[in-house]
């Protein structure tokens, strides 16, 4: 992609450049020979191209950091072409240095001093649009580099966060697990089961970057109904869908943190104030929010991943497209998202 784009600046270029010399000889009142089109055009291009790729190709990249080494080998690169241009003008005086006095209308011959003049300014042109055309392509190039590698840092921290969060959940839901075990309870087969299931959504569908909202949704369904088989009456935990739910894509494992801490941290059998979840969705728009009574007994020793992942996420792959609410209360914890999906 750089060299196609190098290419195409450098072909625009000497196209414009021999464009205006075109131009220059075409519309030239004295009629141009072989001799004139050969040094004025053929010499002299070769001088310019050698000037304009010297500067890009050797000057630039070896010499630009030390600053007063380049200007002096700019300097020495002007006076140096300057002089092969001044040879030359020596030995094509009739073309080079002739001209006719348009007053006089006689034939005279230019000062080497005014020809000189002019030799530099145009080494100049030549030096200057060297470093435009060169700061310009690397400007590009080094703003892709800068992109891709702010794309790969944004992929390696998605997918660390992603790598924290389903052994988080896989330790939580092991540990319900091995409670019922230690109580012989015969819900121990169907929890393993229902975690089973729960597995393979994590293992083969949240690998993906996005995925359906139905899916996200029945995976946290499922991990409600493996919650409930730790209770003796089952979990107290009202959940209400509201809306549009189909084709809908979120990110995965974005909504299981919030019942997850539901669970961990509140009051999940109690009949007489539930956990408290609700799903409003639309084309645009999903509205999520849980609410569960707080419970000070229930507190993780350990420490988790959980919320703090979660806006990590959101602020990567939602930005200014999301807001989160947290009201932590007395009595109650509420976590309010709303995504524009």
């Given at each position: 992609?750089?060299?196609?784009?190098?290419?195409?600046?450098?072909?625009?270029?000497w196209?414009?450049?021999?464009?205006?010399?075109?131009?220059?000889?075409?519309f030239?009142?004295?009629?141009?020979?072989?001799?004139?089109?050969?040094?004025?055009?053929?010499?002299?291009?070769?001088?310019?191209?050698s000037?304009?790729?010297?500067?890009y190709?050797?000057?630039?990249?070896?010499?630009?950091?030390?600053?007063?080494?380049?200007?002096?080998?700019?300097?020495?690169?002007?006076?140096?072409?300057?002089?092969?241009?001044?040879?030359?003008?020596?030995?094509?005086?009739?073309?080079?240095?002739?001209?006719?006095?348009?007053?006089?209308?006689?034939?005279?011959?230019?000062?080497?001093?005014?020809?000189?003049?002019?030799?530099?300014?145009?080494?100049?042109?030549?030096?200057?649009?060297?470093?435009?055309?060169?700061?310009?392509?690397?400007?590009?190039?080094?703003?892709?580099?800068?992109?891709?590698?702010?794309?790969?840092?944004?992929?390696?921290?998605?997918?660390f966060?992603k790598?924290?969060?389903?052994?988080?959940f896989?330790?939580n839901?092991?540990?319900?697990?091995?409670?019922?075990?230690?109580?012989?309870?015969?819900?121990?087969?169907?929890?393993?089961?229902?975690?089973?299931?729960?597995?393979?959504?994590?293992?083969?569908?949240?690998?993906?970057?996005?995925?359906?909202?139905?899916?996200?949704?029945?995976?946290?369904?499922?991990?409600?109904?493996?919650q409930?088989?730790?209770?003796?009456?089952?979990?107290?935990?009202?959940?209400?869908?509201?809306?549009?739910i189909?084709?809908?894509?979120?990110?995965?494992?974005i909504?299981?943190?919030?019942?997850?801490?539901?669970?961990?941290?509140?009051?999940?059998?109690?009949?007489?104030?539930?956990?408290?979840?609700?799903?409003?969705?639309?084309?645009?728009?999903?509205?999520?929010?849980?609410?569960n009574?707080?419970?000070?007994?229930?507190?993780?020793?350990?420490?988790?991943?959980?919320?703090?992942?979660?806006?990590?996420?959101?602020?990567?792959?939602?930005?200014?497209?999301?807001?989160?609410?947290?009201?932590?209360?007395?009595?109650h914890?509420?976590?309010?998202?709303?995504?524009?999906?």
């Amino acid at each position: 992609m750089n060299d196609k784009r190098a290419l195409i600046a450098h072909s625009v270029y000497w196209l414009i450049i021999g464009g205006i010399i075109g131009l220059a000889m075409l519309f030239s009142k004295e009629p141009i020979t072989r001799s004139e089109l050969l040094v004025g055009f053929g010499y002299y291009s070769i001088i310019n191209i050698s000037i304009f790729y010297i500067n890009y190709t050797l000057l630039i990249p070896q010499l630009l950091k030390r600053y007063w080494f380049y200007v002096i080998s700019i300097i020495v690169l002007i006076i140096l072409m300057a002089g092969v241009k001044t040879v030359l003008a020596v030995l094509y005086r009739d073309i080079i240095l002739q001209y006719n006095n348009p007053k006089t209308g006689a034939i005279e011959y230019k000062s080497l001093t005014s020809y000189l003049t002019v030799t530099v300014f145009v080494s100049g042109f030549f030096i200057i649009s060297s470093c435009l055309i060169k700061f310009m392509l690397d400007w590009f190039s080094n703003t892709r580099i800068q992109r891709s590698l702010e794309t790969e840092k944004k992929d390696m921290e998605l997918q660390f966060l992603k790598s924290q969060l389903n052994p988080h959940f896989l330790f939580n839901s092991l540990n319900n697990i091995y409670s019922l075990a230690y109580q012989k309870s015969d819900k121990t087969a169907d929890a393993i089961l229902k975690l089973s299931e729960i597995m393979r959504y994590m293992i083969y569908e949240s690998n993906d970057s996005w995925v359906a909202l139905s899916k996200e949704i029945e995976y946290v369904q499922s991990y409600i109904e493996l919650q409930k088989l730790r209770f003796k009456n089952g979990a107290a935990v009202e959940m209400t869908l509201n809306g549009e739910i189909d084709d809908q894509q979120i990110i995965p494992l974005i909504l299981i943190s919030f019942v997850e801490n539901a669970f961990k941290h509140g009051v999940a059998n109690d009949p007489n104030d539930p956990i408290r979840i609700n799903i409003i969705a639309n084309q645009k728009i999903l509205h999520f929010s849980i609410t569960n009574k707080k419970s000070n007994g229930n507190k993780d020793q350990v420490g988790g991943v959980g919320l703090n992942n979660v806006e990590r996420r959101l602020q990567l792959l939602y930005p200014e497209r999301y807001k989160l609410n947290i009201v932590n209360s007395a009595t109650h914890y509420t976590s309010e998202l709303m995504l524009d999906i």
